[in-house]
């Protein structure tokens, strides 16, 4: 069975832990777009693993991990992960493969990134890693990808053309000093080198994997709402980060996927800009921040924080055909007295139960809430369903009617045995 792994909020939502829950069964974990600006955490036996390029199933021995044409690398950023999970002893020279269809982020993208970032009207609240004029090269098919990067013959053509290009760009716009070319074809060509081994024929290793029964587990980086297509844009990431993105971002057809899991947060949190309609006050974000420890595992920037939002998720649920929704950070709302669920929008005298494309129209809406009562006690030793508090048996059970899809696993801490999953598994 292939399993797409996806966000249904605006990332962060703790898809590391259940891809990690998930690894266990497969063989080949594939990353299917985004950059080294998301991060995956798994903590196991007290130990914390943080990803950002190489698939986080690889915790598990003997897996293969795959980093998707969908992505952008920062070969740089790539070779220092690779070294400090290799110095943790993870065997990435043996499992870490790379697709020889991925674009390359050069020194070029990142100054452009902050630049642009610099000169907008609105911030968007980019990491400033050059993901988006990555992918603006990609797009323009001006882009420089891993079969080229670790082609002597070629890359330095390439590359000539690609910094001549960015110097008639940085002086004609931002008057700023030029790319030396010679200094980034020297460097750039050392990375290439180490990076060689790993790249391979991406659709042909995945054809032959799934002809001899391989199980693929395909994680997307950041969530629904950052989608490019689908999210709260222009506040959105670069690529496609809903499973749709799955397809084209690892080369298998849809035919390949057999379920879909959602992953949210039992509350809602975004890192950046953009809209959050359920937005905690100051005092209550604080207290769910630390307690939730809502930082980035890539910027290390503090996540705000919000009620759960059923609108969010409902399209989340839709757009990626989740077969099934994971839930994570039960935890986090066990001291609650009430908790709160976003059930719709109010705009005016009408009522919106699906999430608007105009972000106008979001910015004059209210929330509608339920009130549930909390639990008042810990939820972090529940090995079951059965075992958890009955307000938060029946917290989790109303967010299931919401979403209109079983809960197939549940969160109650960071550790890996600190979850589990239920009947609907």
Not at 121 to 134: A, D, E, S, Y
Not at 183 to 192: D, H, M, T
Not at 199 to 218: I, P, S
Not at 380 to 401: G, H, I, M, T
Request: charged residues 25%; neutral net charge.
């Amino acid at each position: 069975m292939n399993i797409v792994v996806v966000g249904a909020q605006w990332g962060d939502e703790g898809k590391g832990k259940v891809i990690d829950v998930l690894a266990e069964e497969a063989d080949i974990l594939i990353r299917y777009q985004g950059g080294h600006n998301a991060g995956h955490t798994v903590i196991v036996d007290g130990e914390e693993f943080i990803f950002h390029l190489i698939p986080s199933g690889l915790l598990h021995q003997g897996k293969v991990g795959l980093i998707g044409n969908g992505v952008v690398i920062d070969p740089e950023a790539l070779l220092e992960e690779m070294s400090r999970l290799q110095r943790r002893g993870i065997d990435v020279q043996q499992a870490v493969k790379i697709s020889d269809q991925a674009h390359v982020i050069f020194p070029y993208h990142k100054r452009l990134d902050l630049l642009e970032e610099s000169t907008r009207p609105g911030r968007l609240g980019t990491t400033g890693r050059g993901i988006g004029p990555c992918y603006v090269d990609k797009v323009a098919r001006a882009g420089i990808r891993i079969a080229d990067f670790c082609n002597p013959q070629a890359f330095p053509k390439k590359l000539r053309q690609a910094v001549e290009e960015k110097n008639r760009l940085l002086k004609a716009l931002y008057n700023e000093p030029p790319i030396a070319y010679e200094e980034l074809l020297a460097r750039y060509s050392g990375f290439a080198a180490r990076l060689a081994p790993h790249v391979v024929n991406e659709v042909r290793f995945l054809r032959e994997a799934m002809a001899q029964g391989k199980r693929l587990l395909l994680e997307g980086a950041q969530g629904t709402l950052l989608d490019l297509d689908h999210g709260t844009y222009p506040y959105v990431t670069s690529s496609n980060a809903t499973a749709g993105g799955a397809c084209t971002g690892a080369g298998i057809p849809p035919t390949a996927i057999h379920r879909i899991i959602g992953v949210v947060k039992a509350y809602t949190t975004r890192v950046g800009e953009g809209p959050l309609p359920t937005e905690f006050g100051p005092e209550l974000m604080q207290r769910i921040r630390t307690k939730g420890n809502e930082f980035g595992a890539t910027t290390g920037r503090p996540r705000r924080c919000g009620w759960f939002d059923a609108v969010v998720a409902r399209h989340a649920v839709w757009v990626n055909g989740c077969h099934s929704v994971a839930v994570t950070k039960l935890d986090v709302l066990d001291e609650m007295d009430t908790i709160n669920i976003c059930t719709g929008y109010r705009n005016g005298t009408k009522t919106l139960e699906e999430f608007p494309a105009d972000l106008e129209v979001l910015g004059h809406c209210a929330p509608v809430y339920e009130q549930l009562p909390g639990w008042r006690t810990k939820t972090c030793d529940a090995a079951s369903f059965e075992e958890l508090p009955a307000n938060a048996q029946r917290y989790v059970k109303r967010l299931e009617a919401l979403l209109g899809v079983p809960i197939c696993l549940i969160s109650t801490g960071s550790g890996r045995e600190q979850a589990f999953k239920t009947a609907c598994w």
